[in-house]
């Protein structure tokens, strides 16, 4: 199993960046698909979430800013980010998540960084 993100950089307060996470190795369409981050000296929080079936939830510190959404033909799931504040900074990892298997894997993260 393969989480593969990218997409992450140095961006000014206020800019947007659009992470991706490929997915291999497993059977997409079953998977919710997440976002987390862990920001500096901070535990892993969830971001963003996306079921199998494509209903979403966000953390309230992101709504309205960001966007989950998935391509079940790419096996992709992205995350648009818009209007970034300096506390979005952190490594952000893509989570692959099939509960009802008891299945749960990691990306390696990619890290975003929002100067002042």
């Known amino acids: 199993v393969q989480l593969q993100a990218s997409g992450g950089g140095l961006v000014q307060a206020g800019g947007s960046l659009r992470l991706s996470c490929a997915a291999s190795g497993i059977i997409f369409n079953n998977y919710d698909m997440g976002w987390y981050r862990q920001g500096p000296g901070k535990q892993r929080e969830l971001v963003a979430r996306t079921t199998y079936d494509g209903s979403s939830n966000y953390a309230d510190s992101v709504k309205g800013r960001f966007t989950i959404s998935r391509d079940n033909l790419k096996n992709t799931v992205y995350l648009q980010m818009n209007s970034l504040k300096p506390e979005d900074t952190g490594v952000y990892f893509c989570?692959?998540?099939?509960?009802?298997?008891?299945?749960?894997?990691w990306g390696q993260g990619t890290q975003v960084t929002v100067s002042s």
């Open positions: 989570n692959a998540d099939y509960s009802s298997w008891n299945q749960n894997y």
